[in-house]
């Protein structure tokens, strides 16, 4: 049996990988600089209650793979764009695996925040509160 952490720490190996403190600057004040993509894996209620690093694109974690695929009835365009994507969940693990998945789809550019959004959180940096919509 193949355990998460021992995928975790494969994906790890993978991908590259930066701490919250190291992503901070990679955000300007109208969001995300140019050519980088911050992308949320996290399920829409953790948005709800804690907020998103300003202008980050949310991508639940069980539609990536369908997002992605440019042959998939659900590819969503900025997965086909030259950016730079910078995955992230709340502390580093779901992101892990998501870029490692991504990566092996033929995405470039693909990073992950190791300390997820909790790092984000407790460097002090800008959090875009996120509302469900009526």
Known sequence: MKHVKDMVAEANMMVEHFPAADAVPLVGEDGP???IV???IRDIRELWRDGKVPGAYHC????LEFWID???PYAKDIFQEDKKFVFYCAGGQRSALA????QEMGLTGVSHISDGFAGWKGTGAPIEEVKPKK
């Open 33 to 35: 600089k140019d050519g």
């Open 38 to 40: 911050f992308i949320d």
């Open 60 to 63: 639940p974690r069980g539609m």
């Open 70 to 72: 440019p042959e998939s």
């Open 99 to 102: 870029a490692r998945a991504a």
